[in-house]
Every structure is written in structure tokens, then in C-alpha cells.
């Protein structure tokens, strides 16, 4: 009863495979026809040769890997705890880290123009500002990553050494169970960095410069040079995705996020 | 600890503010159902609610159905097994492949001058003159399809990894038809697990915002796009209506996560 179904499979993978890479071979044509009647990749060089973009995109990185190291700071010690001392806090932590799922970015920086564009808190034009709701935005991965890593090692009995030893706490987090869960924390900062650099909203209405609102303002000037920009954002996510799969290979589900 | 210092100061405030700011007298300080009752007497704010929800519903049916029959194909379906882990790795990439570039995408394949539209207006057929257009509402369906199916082969493919061979086999034995099987044995077992997959995706939908921004630039008054407006000052300006918008997006959220959370329970009764 089931062998007249390969030929469906077969039918609905092509389908899946067509709507996967039609719009990339798509973009990717648009992009080398910057010059009439022959393709070339002069949008790229284009794009390359604009302050704008090099501007831009350097802001992006710069907010990905504030975000990503201050994040480490504060959710690696959180987790550990946790795990070791205040299982109570658990299901509170698990609450709060799933929060931005529930609340639509678009809603979140709502909130965040409204609180601190009046006092007593006026930091609205802060980029501090910025950073922190971009931990917010990838705090449901990057918690998570970090707590699967350290339920992968034994805590316990890697701090109890580690104090027998006379190691303290500094000493104990940042060489002991750091990097045993290296790991975990590259393949949520991977993520990360792919979600910073995608995202639109936040620093559309923070009015911060980053790459994504850079794009979705060149649309409406160019035609090929967006394409060219397209092709690269997919060939970052593409390669942030693969680098995590390289670390992860053979546990655990593919990374899901969201930036859209 | 710093953790809960951080996330008060920046989750839980503002998102409380958004809540206060709803029921709040903007002038005068006091409460009031005003804006509240505003939003739901306004055709304009309502309608923006429907099309959300109708995208929303749209794209977590056809994405659902679409994304489920693809994660059965590859890992049920008898195909060579590296399709599956080709698949997977795919729709990692694609269901994180979104927002402005995602839009452009599309523009490049389908929009008045794309690669796809060209090729077919050479072919003698010209879908814009067929009343298709990407800019409209079935457009937008169908680049959000783009980040909702790979969704779905990624949350439902642990749940058909569940469905037991023996399962298959007792059926078959018992002579059951294909038709049988599904009906009594494979559907009801995957339902729970179906349905809230697809209420994930009615929520990943509804709370986006970057896709429509960059492809129609607010054309559709999608409920994300008006709270941008609100935000930027692009309409008449009232922010206790705002703080009601943001509201009620949030509570349309919290009843699918909730409907998820419920119907990942029942899924978890059955396939470990």
C-alpha cells in the first residue's frame, strides 16, 4: 500500500526544490545584469564602491558582536547558577526567555520608543539601547544554546574539582566551564550574528545605521545592486547556518529563528 | 542578579508600559476603556486585524499542508536518505532567510521586470495582464510561504519520525487500505502535533513586519505595519491607540503560543 507513493515524493521535493531556489537563481541573474546585454558582476563592485554600504554594514557587525559578547556576559553566569544553585528560578527563567517569541518585534520596539523616549529613562537615542534589545530579540537561542550545553556536562562535579582545586568564581566560569561549552555558545552566537545582521526593525525605529535598513532604502533607488546585496545577506546566513551545523553535527534539531 | 536586573529593565518594563498605556488617559493620567473601545469600533484598525489574521491563517494552512507533505516525502516517503539531511539543512537556511532580502528576492523572480515574468511574457503569457501581481495580497502569501514551509519540515519532521513502522505493518495485517491507515491510525496521532505546528506559523505570520515593509512599503495595512506608522508619525497621531494596537497583537500571540504549548503536550503523549 505505500510503493505507488515514491513518485508523489519525488513530485513534492521537486516543488520544494523549484520554490527554494527559483527566487535565489532569480536574484542571483538580476544581480550580474548591471550592464546591458551582458552579465557581469559589476553591481557588486558597485556596491562595494558605495561609503554607504561599507558604513552601514561595519554598524551591523559591530552591533552583532556587541550583542553576542555582552550576552555571553550575562547568560552564561545566569544559566550556570541556575543549574547549580537556583533551580527554583527554572520555569521564572524559562518564562522570561521565551517572552519575545510572544511579543512581535515590531510591538517590542514599541515599547522600548515609548519608555525611553520620556523621562525618567531618555536613553532612546543611545545605541546601548539598540544592543539591548537586540539580546532581548536573540535571548530565546542564545539562552537556550548555552543551557543545552551546560545540561551536557556534568556542573557539578566540574565546579566542586575546579573549588578543591582553589579556583574561584571568576576563575571557575570563565576557565573551567566556558569553555567546555564553547560549543553551545559559537553555535548560539552564529545565530546571533545572523539575526542582528538581518534585522530591520529595531534599528529602523531606533534610527541606528545597519545594514538591513541600508537595503531596504536602496530598493527604492536601485535595481541590480540590491540584488547584488541580496545574494550576500543569503550567502552570510548560509554560511552562519553552516558553520552551526559544522559544530553540531549529529545532535540536536536545525537552528530556528526569526527576523521576519 | 544582572539577568533579572536586564531583562526588568528591558523586557518586562516596556512591555508592561505597553499594557499600562493601553488603559491609560494619555492627558490626564487616569484610566479609561477609550482606546481600547476605539480599536474595536474602528473599521479602519479592524480590518488591518483581519488581513494580518487572514495572511496569517493563509500562509500556516498552505505552509502547513505544503511543509508537512515535503518532510513526509523525504523521510517516509522512500527517497534516498541524503535528501532528507539536504532538506533539513535547507529549510534551516530558508525559514532564517527572511525580511528585506527575502522581499527582493521574489521582486527579482516575479516582480514586473523579474527573471520568471520576463520569461513567461516571452512565452506569450503575461501574468500581470492575468490580474497577478506581487504587490497584492496573494503576493505577499506567497513570499511568506517562502519562510513558513521550511518552518514546518523543521518542527513536524520529530513527530513523523514517531509514526512506528509496526503501526504501518498491524494496520496492513489487519488489512487496512492506505486510505485506513491514515484515517484511523496515522491522522489522528499526528493531528495534535499538525495543528500546533500550524498555530506556530499563524503566530510567526502575524508578527511579521520587515517582509511586507520591504516588498509593498506599507501598501497593506497589515497590524504590524500600522504600529510602525503610529510609531513614525505617518498617520494621526494618537499614542493611547498605539499602546491598544500593541496590545492587542500581543494577546492574539499569547492565545496561539498558549494553543501551541497545549497541543505539544498531547504530541509528546505519543511520540517520544
Redesign the interface.
Known amino acids: 500500500?505505500?510503493?505507488g507513493?515514491?513518485i508523489?515524493?519525488?513530485f513534492?521535493?521537486t516543488?520544494?526544490i523549484l520554490?527554494?531556489f527559483?527566487?535565489?537563481?532569480?536574484?542571483f541573474?538580476?544581480?550580474l545584469r548591471a550592464v546591458k546585454g551582458v552579465l557581469t558582476f559589476r553591481a557588486y563592485q558597485n556596491v562595494f564602491s558605495y561609503s554607504d554600504f561599507v558604513t552601514n554594514f561595519s554598524y551591523s557587525v559591530l552591533w552583532a558582536v556587541l550583542t553576542i559578547i555582552v550576552g555571553i556576559l550575562?547568560?552564561v553566569?545566569?544559566a550556570y547558577?541556575v543549574r547549580l544553585r537556583l533551580p527554583q528560578f527554572r520555569t521564572a527563567?524559562e518564562f522570561?526567555t521565551?517572552?519575545?517569541?510572544?511579543?512581535?518585534?515590531?510591538?517590542?520596539?514599541?515599547?522600548?520608543?515609548?519608555?525611553?523616549s520620556q523621562p525618567p529613562f531618555l536613553i532612546v537615542d543611545s545605541p546601548a539601547?539598540l544592543v539591548?534589545?537586540y539580546?532581548?530579540l536573540s535571548?530565546p537561542y542564545m539562552y537556550r544554546s548555552v543551557d543545552t550545553g551546560l545540561r551536557a556536562i556534568d556542573v557539578r562535579t566540574l565546579t566542586e574539582a575546579a573549588q578543591s582545586l582553589g579556583a574561584g568564581w571568576g576563575t571557575i566560569l570563565f576557565r573551567v566551564i566556558l569553555p567546555n561549552i564553547r560549543v553551545a555558545i559559537l553555535s548560539g552566537a552564529f545565530l546571533t550574528f545572523?539575526?542582528v545582521i538581518?534585522?530591520?526593525?529595531l534599528a529602523e525605529?531606533l534610527v541606528k545605521p545597519a545594514f538591513?535598513p541600508y537595503?531596504?532604502y536602496l530598493?527604492?533607488q536601485k535595481?541590480y545592486e540590491?540584488?547584488a546585496?541580496?545574494i550576500m545577506?543569503?550567502a552570510l546566513?548560509?554560511a552562519c547556518?553552516g558553520i552551526i551545523?559544522l559544530f553540531g553535527r549529529g545532535r540536536g534539531?536545525?537552528?530556528?529563528?526569526?527576523?521576519? | 542578579m544582572p539577568f533579572f536586573l536586564f531583562a526588568l529593565f528591558f523586557l518586562l518594563y516596556p512591555s508592561s508600559k505597553i499594557f499600562v498605556g493601553s488603559f491609560e488617559d494619555s492627558t490626564s493620567h487616569t484610566f479609561t476603556f477609550q482606546y481600547v473601545w476605539t480599536l474595536l469600533h474602528d473599521p479602519t484598525l479592524i480590518n488591518a486585524y483581519w488581513i494580518s489574521i487572514k495572511i496569517s491563517l493563509i500562509t500556516s494552512l498552505g505552509g502547513g499542508i505544503f511543509g508537512f507533505l515535503l518532510a513526509y516525502s523525504a523521510i517516509r516517503g522512500g527517497l534516498p536518505s541524503f535528501m532528507r539531511s539536504s532538506l533539513m539543512t535547507f529549510c534551516g537556511v530558508a525559514s532564517n532567510f527572511a525580511g528585506v532580502p527575502l522581499a527582493f528576492a521574489f521582486i527579482a523572480l516575479l516582480g514586473q521586470s523579474g527573471e520568471l515574468t520576463k520569461l513567461l511574457i516571452a512565452l506569450g503569457f503575461s501574468p500581470y495582464r492575468y490580474g497577478f501581481s506581487l504587490y497584492n495580497f496573494w503576493g505577499l502569501s506567497l513570499v511568506y510561504m517562502y519562510f513558513q514551509f521550511p518552518l514546518m519540515v523543521l518542527i513536524i519532521a520529530p513527530a513523523i519520525d514517531g509514526l512506528r513502522r509496526e503501526w504501518i505493518e498491524a494496520a496492513e495485517n489487519l488489512g487496512a487500505s492506505a486510505f485506513q491507515y491514515w484515517r484511523y491510525v496515522a491522522f489522528p496521532i499526528l493531528l495534535p502535533a499538525l495543528l500546533g505546528t500550524m498555530i506556530l506559523l499563524f503566530g510567526n505570520a502575524f508578527g511579521a513586519y520587515a517582509t511586507a515593509f520591504a516588498l509593498t512599503g506599507g501598501q497593506i495595512q497589515l497590524v504590524t505595519i500600522v504600529i510602525g506608522d503610529q510609531l513614525t508619525g505617518n498617520v494621526l497621531f494618537n499614542p493611547g491607540l498605539g499602546y491598544a494596537l500593541a496590545l492587542g497583537m500581543v494577546v492574539v500571540m499569547a492565545i496561539a503560543i498558549a494553543g501551541y504549548t497545549l497541543l505539544q503536550r498531547q504530541t509528546e503523549r505519543w511520540i517520544r
Not at chain 1, 22 to 27: E, I, Q, R, S, V
Not at chain 1, 198 to 201: D, F, N, Q, S, T
Open positions: 500500500m505505500k510503493r507513493g515514491v508523489w515524493s519525488w513534492w521535493m516543488l520544494g520554490y527554494f527559483l527566487p535565489l537563481l532569480a536574484t541573474l538580476f544581480s550575562i547568560f553566569p545566569t547558577l527563567i522570561i521565551l517572552l519575545p517569541f510572544v511579543i512581535p518585534a515590531i510591538v517590542y520596539v514599541f515599547g522600548l520608543v515609548r519608555t525611553f539601547l539591548a534589545g539580546i532581548v535571548m545572523a539575526i538581518g534585522e530591520l526593525i525605529y538591513a537595503m531596504a530598493i527604492q535595481a540590491p540584488a546585496l541580496a545577506s543569503f546566513t548560509w547556518m551545523n534539531q536545525a537552528p530556528i529563528a526569526g527576523g521576519h
